[in-house]
């Protein structure tokens, strides 16, 4: 059984940083894409940070250009998005998400199959204050 666990949420002022974590069970990382999704309230839920270890594509949304970054230590079959420069506009509830998906895995992920997600994370709310 797959499990997604995200921690690292909180409330920051605007221009700060917070680093989220997730924590994958139940599969291994060279067969899934993995990344992070936001949902704001009264908006649909969208495409953050993804990758695909196995193919090595990233894909990330344009709103995160030069401030969100993405990472994993397999190891410890964990992701990171560390954020910096966050803006109010960024505070979302946060989730991790996984799944098998084709090449190349992480547009794929994020945007072209994000409807068909199986496997989420619980959610972490992130809070920018102005």
């Known amino acids: 059984e797959v499990q997604l666990v995200e921690s690292g949420g909180g409330l920051v002022q605007a221009g700060g940083s917070l680093r989220l974590s997730c924590v994958a069970s139940?599969?291994?990382?060279?067969?899934?894409?993995i990344g992070w999704f936001r949902q704001a309230p009264g908006k649909e839920r969208e495409g953050v940070f993804c990758?695909?270890?196995?193919?090595?594509?990233?894909y990330y949304a344009d709103f995160v250009k030069g401030r969100f970054t993405i990472s994993s230590d397999n190891a410890k079959n964990t992701v990171y998005l560390q954020m910096n420069s966050l803006k109010p506009e960024d505070t979302a509830v946060y989730y991790c998400?996984?799944?098998?998906?084709?090449?190349?895995?992480?547009?794929?992920?994020?945007?072209?199959?994000?409807?068909?997600?199986?496997?989420w994370g619980q959610g972490t709310q992130v809070t920018v204050s102005s």
């Open positions: 998400a996984a799944d098998r998906v084709r090449s190349p895995r992480a547009p794929r992920l994020c945007e072209y199959e994000r409807t068909k997600i199986r496997s």
């Open positions: 139940g599969f291994t990382f060279d067969d899934y894409a």
């Open positions: 990758i695909g270890n196995s193919d090595g594509s990233t």
